[in-house]
T-cell receptor
């Protein structure tokens, strides 16, 4: 059974720092992995999707990498801003299933 | 930019009542999903839907739940007889191609069962 874990659970950093959020999964036979942002009481905003054949994806200040063999993905946020404050979720999709399996998230606070 | 919409944003109901949560997926998407998130817990998959039938459901999606696409735009989740433990945020999602592409999520409906 696929399990997804995210560390750290919470992170508080000053504005301008580069930071790394971690996601690990127990079954490496994934089809893709998606990173989301969730603001308090709000929906999920998709940030990046990495297919199993890819090693990384970039969007603006965000870079996500995938190491399937070790069951890990990282989300790198460059030059963090207070507007980046949110909970970041990773979710994996395995073969032969429609569902995304989510981690518990990393709650990020970037202070001015 | 196209987005998934959900109504209502909040719903309060009494235990045992029926509720219908509504979603309008992105117009050219063919695959639809419902997830839920109990406060403080992980987002959990409930059901996926394609070509007017359920393609996959989780163990949470028991007989009290049903889904329907009543017309060309809406996608609904019905809970027949709500329980206290059904209180959660319910998210609808859609994707263009099964599994290969991003699932786009709506803003959610917060359901509170009293």
């Amino acid at each position: 059974k696929q399990e997804v874990t995210q560390i750290p659970a919470a992170l508080s950093v000053p504005e301008g720092e580069n930071l790394v959020l971690n996601c690990s999964f127990t079954d490496s036979a994934i089809y893709n992995l998606q990173w989301f942002r969730q603001d308090p009481g709000k929906g999920l905003t998709s940030l990046l999707l990495i297919q199993s054949s890819q090693r990384e994806q970039t969007s603006g200040r965000l870079n996500a990498s995938l190491d399937k063999s070790s069951g890990r993905s990282t989300l790198y946020i460059a030059a963090s801003q207070p507007g980046d404050s949110a909970t970041y979720l990773c979710a994996v999709k395995s073969y032969n299933t429609d569902k995304l399996i989510f981690g518990t998230g990393t709650r990020l606070q970037v202070f001015p | 930019e196209p987005e998934v919409t959900q109504t209502p944003s909040h719903q309060v109901t009494q235990m045992g009542q029926e509720v219908i949560l509504r979603c309008v997926p992105i117009s050219n998407h063919l695959y639809f999903y419902w997830y839920r998130q109990i406060l403080g817990q992980k987002v959990e998959f409930l059901v996926s839907f394609y070509n007017n039938e359920i393609s996959e459901k989780s163990e949470i999606f028991d007989d009290q739940f049903s889904v329907e696409r009543p017309d060309g735009s809406n996608f609904t989740l019905k809970i027949r007889s709500t329980k206290l433990e059904d209180s959660a945020m319910y998210f609808c999602a859609s994707s263009e191609i099964r599994g290969q592409e991003t699932q786009y999520f709506g803003p959610g409906t917060r359901l509170l069962v009293l």
